[in-house]
């Protein structure tokens, strides 16, 4: 077999940093091969795949050493316009995909640029929303999305020109299980019957896996395994997760909601949601993409209002009390950390709802959630240069450095790898429930749900109703060989 893809000494580093962000990459990939990256959060896989592309440094600047060849085309040598007809890159946050407003006409923009006829441009469009099962999404704004579809959204874009190799950073890192499984399978048949060589960097490490004809495991910028998949085993010996009884005070009701109704545009997305949440608890909100989940968070967070219904927080209605009120009691950690940063510094954002509620001594209490989230050697660093793994701890910590009563996570350990996945859930039991905050987790994430279920409680939703409270006793979390019940501790 002929190498499509061939990588040399690569070392690459973003532009006003005297770090390496990659070191010394080598690697190549055969004509419809699947190389799965693997690896730490910033361990450079998001740098490798800009470099294949010739994002990195054309577009974000820096400096790269060493050969990337893509079909034959040294990539630093040959023009981007030439590249992109070879190649189809699907980057994490997939927000930075989408140009136009509507399902339907962001599919087909690419096509357009590529000067196809009209008519092949529709067959094309209707083949890859129907390949990836979202027909029904066809005539929707981008913006009234969930992530997990705008997720598949994006993909549709990116295969629709039926690319001779697609990169794919954490595609599935949005989406329930399920999704997830029905998205690898389609990509595995696009590969297999159009040859498509697919570069795919994930944490789900045991769902690619059988996916996989290749794996490269990074760490700190280097390629540690190179080779066979399923020659690479990981050992992890880790403490038992302590589960004592949840700090929850029954008789405080801090959300309420009666019968709420929402709506984006003519789209129902809450349809009479009943849900009552106490001082102290977790709660984990499930379902599949589109279910309404973040728009319920959104709801409890005040953010958005109830269309029909009332949301009452710690006693405040919010169709009643300014933002601020609710604010100050609720903190909303997003699934998209852009959302949620706005500083220079990693240590500024840290502290910026700190030093916005006029807590003491914002910036050494920055500095101590810092430390517990594994971010003290970021903290001069702009957190919009980071990982999106390491973008999405630094909102969820400074989130918390203010002392809320209640938060709101979506989606916690999206882009997370196995430590740091268990650090976050670590920190829900540990460094907040036990303080009697209240922690409502919107996820996809089971192997999360079922290490901390003894101490949490669960609801689904399904079309926007929440249709059940607690869990089955036959419920299925994913599990591979890289995470166990033994794995998670403090």
């Not at 020109?161 to 399978?185: I, N, R």
């Not at 085993?233 to 309420?256: D, F, G, H, M, T």
Request: aromatic share 8%; hydrophobic share 40%; charged share 25%.
């Amino acid at each position: 077999m002929s190498a499509i893809i061939m990588v040399d000494n690569l070392s690459c580093r973003y532009k006003g940093s005297e770090r390496w962000a990659i070191r010394d990459v080598s690697f190549s990939v055969n004509r419809g091969e699947t190389l799965l990256l693997a690896g730490y959060s910033g361990s450079g896989k998001s740098t490798v795949l800009k470099s294949i592309v010739g994002l990195m440094p054309g577009f974000y600047g820096g400096e790269c050493r060493g050969k990337v060849v893509v079909d034959g085309l040294p990539v630093k040598d040959t023009p981007t316009r030439e590249i992109v007809k070879r190649v189809s890159y699907l980057p994490q946050n997939p927000e930075n995909y989408f140009v136009t407003t509507t399902v339907e006409s962001d599919v087909a923009f690419t096509l357009e640029n590529l000067g196809m006829p009209c008519s092949e441009i529709r067959k094309r469009v209707e083949w890859s929303l129907s390949a990836l099962g979202i027909m029904d999404l066809r005539k929707r704004s981008i913006t009234e999305l969930s992530e997990g579809q705008k997720q598949r959204v994006a993909l549709a874009g990116a295969i629709a020109s039926k690319p001779q190799v697609l990169l794919l950073d954490e595609p599935t890192g949005f989406m329930d299980s399920e999704s997830a499984e029905s998205l690898l399978k389609t990509i595995n048949e696009l590969k297999r019957n159009f040859s498509i060589t697919v570069i795919v960097a994930e944490h789900r490490i045991w769902q690619l896996l059988p996916y996989s004809d290749k794996l490269a495991l990074m760490d700190e910028g280097t390629v540690q395994y190179f080779g066979d998949p399923s020659k690479y085993r990981k050992l992890n010996a880790a403490a038992e997760l302590s589960c004592q009884p949840i700090n929850c005070s029954p008789a405080v009701v801090v959300v309420q909601l009666n019968s709420v109704f929402y709506s984006y545009g003519g789209f129902m997305a809450l349809k009479g949601v009943d849900l009552t949440v106490r001082k102290g608890e977790l709660l984990f909100i499930l379902g599949p993409n589109g279910s309404g989940k973040s728009t319920l968070l959104r709801i409890i967070s005040g953010i958005y209002k109830p269309f029909k219904g009332r949301a009452i927080i710690n006693g405040l209605d919010t169709l009643k009390v300014r933002q601020q009120a609710i604010s100050r009691i609720v903190s909303y950690i997003p699934q998209n950390p852009d959302h949620a940063l706005f500083e220079e510094s990693v240590l500024d954002e840290l502290a910026f709802g700190a030093r916005n509620f006029k807590v003491y001594e914002p910036y050494e209490k920055a500095r101590k959630v810092a430390d517990m989230f594994k971010l003290s050697s970021l903290l001069t660093r702009s957190p919009f240069e980071l990982s999106w793994g390491e973008k999405k701890r630094v909102s969820i910590a400074s989130a918390i450095v203010w002392d809320p009563e209640i938060i709101l996570m979506d989606e916690p350990t999206a882009g997370q790898d196995l430590e740091n996945k268990k650090m976050v859930a670590a920190v829900i039991i540990h460094k907040l429930t036990e303080l009697g905050k209240t922690v409502v987790v919107a996820t996809h994430d089971m192997e999360m749900v079922s290490l901390l279920l003894p101490r949490a409680r669960t609801v689904k939703m399904v079309d926007g109703k929440l249709i059940n409270e607690g869990i089955s006793e036959s419920i299925n979390p994913e599990r591979g060989p890289f995470l166990q019940h033994g794995d998670l501790h403090v």
